[in-house]
């Protein structure tokens, strides 16, 4: 496989995973050729064309040295110009295991200046667990002019420019993994039926990744609630979708009828405000919960022949081992 071509696999992954049908991305991909259409020669010359085919503005090729069979990648959830320093010097040291590609989770560069384009998908969430779309886009919409503010004073690039220096191609899968283990995690809780709080942590620690994180300190926590309350309703509104959405959801979300919210991460003050609105939360865990998302994109590739190096936090653990054997 080429770049492009794991590129695309990564994209049409996350779609198959998305929360929100098929038919609704593609309209969404309509629209935004609609506008494009109707933009002046000027407007269209700065307009990133990667938003008429690509639905995650957050996940993007960064830089392709067109290498065309890649064997070997370095996989990492927040790779920076030291793990690209270190991708090319172990790959000067043996180069019969030359790293042909780095892939990292977290955004960069333009899909780090777009990150708020794909917290539209929270909404989408929100209101299939019952809280109404009006209200759901309105609060996002706030959230997200924060987040593009935000993001904007950040060196975004640098990274990239590494990356091209070293000749090392460069891409990042963001919300199409977080889509991954937002579907992996619900099918697992949905199917072990918890009936108290304690009972999901339980459920989560069962996961490899959430074990291996609770022994180095970050296993799944409770932040608000308690092990002894019942679940009720349980949503999983922020396991993908960009990043945090907005505090003040927690009020509306009780208000459909959500009892618990299994989280990747939270703020202080997101707590605070779903304490208020009594919402157990129960985080994941979020280098564990990225780390299952990229995994399980990771195998995939992992059973084409392509091997993998993980760097930069990423627990690897591959479910393809048992068929291995
Ligand atoms: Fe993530
Ligand atoms: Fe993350």
Same mark, same amino acid.
């Given at each position: 496989m080429n770049v492009g071509q794991i590129f695309k696999l990564a994209i049409e992954i996350g779609v198959k995973n998305d929360f929100r049908s098929k038919m609704h991305i593609q309209k969404?991909?309509?629209r935004v050729k609609d506008k494009y259409d109707k933009l002046t020669k000027e407007q269209k010359e700065v307009f990133d064309t990667e938003k008429l085919t690509n639905p995650y503005s957050d996940t993007r090729i960064h830089f392709d040295n067109g290498i065309d069979k890649?064997?070997?990648?370095?996989?990492?959830?927040?790779?920076?110009?030291? @793990?690209?320093?270190?991708?090319?010097y172990l790959s000067n040291h043996n180069p019969k295991e030359t790293i042909d590609l780095v892939i990292n *989770? *977290?955004?960069?560069? /333009?899909?780090?200046?777009?990150?708020?384009?794909? #917290? *539209?998908?929270q909404a989408d969430v929100l209101s299939q667990y019952g809280v109404p779309i009006n209200i759901a886009e309105s609060l996002m919409k706030l959230r997200i002019s924060e987040v593009s503010r935000g993001v904007n004073p950040i060196n975004s690039f640098k990274v990239i420019d590494t990356? /091209? #220096?070293?000749?090392?191609? +460069?891409?990042? $899968? *963001?919300? %199409?993994?977080?889509?991954l283990v937002a579907q992996f995690v619900k099918k697992k809780i949905e199917k072990d039926k918890p009936e108290y709080v304690g009972d999901v942590l339980k459920s989560l620690l069962?996961?490899?990744?959430?074990?291996e994180a609770a022994k180095m300190g970050f296993? %799944?926590?409770? &932040?608000?609630?308690?092990?002894?309350? /019942?679940?009720?309703?349980?949503? &999983?509104?922020?396991?993908?979708?960009?990043?945090?959405?907005?505090?003040?959801?927690?009020?509306?979300?009780?208000?459909?009828g959500i009892g618990t919210v299994i989280s990747m991460h939270q703020s202080e003050e997101h707590r605070k405000e779903a304490e208020k609105a009594h919402i157990?939360?129960?985080?994941a865990g979020h280098i564990s919960?990225?780390?299952?998302? #990229?995994? +399980? &994109?990771? @195998?995939?590739?992992?059973?084409?022949?392509?091997? $993998?190096l993980s760097a930069s936090g990423l627990i690897r653990h591959s479910r393809n081992k048992k068929q291995k054997k």
């Open positions: 969404q991909l309509k890649i064997k070997k990648i370095m996989v990492g959830i927040d790779i920076d110009s030291a @793990d690209l320093m270190v991708a090319r *989770h *977290h955004p960069i560069g /333009r899909a780090l200046t777009d990150l708020g384009d794909v #917290m *539209h998908l990356a /091209r #220096m070293l000749d090392l191609s +460069l891409i990042n $899968i *963001h919300t %199409p993994a977080d889509n069962e996961i490899p990744e959430y074990k296993g %799944p926590v409770l &932040f608000t609630g308690a092990e002894d309350n /019942r679940v009720g309703k349980i949503a &999983f509104t922020e396991i993908t979708g960009g990043t945090d959405g907005s505090p003040k959801i927690y009020e509306k979300m009780a208000a459909a157990n939360v129960v985080i919960s990225d780390s299952i998302g #990229m995994n +399980l &994109f990771l @195998d995939l590739l992992e059973k084409k022949g392509i091997k $993998i």
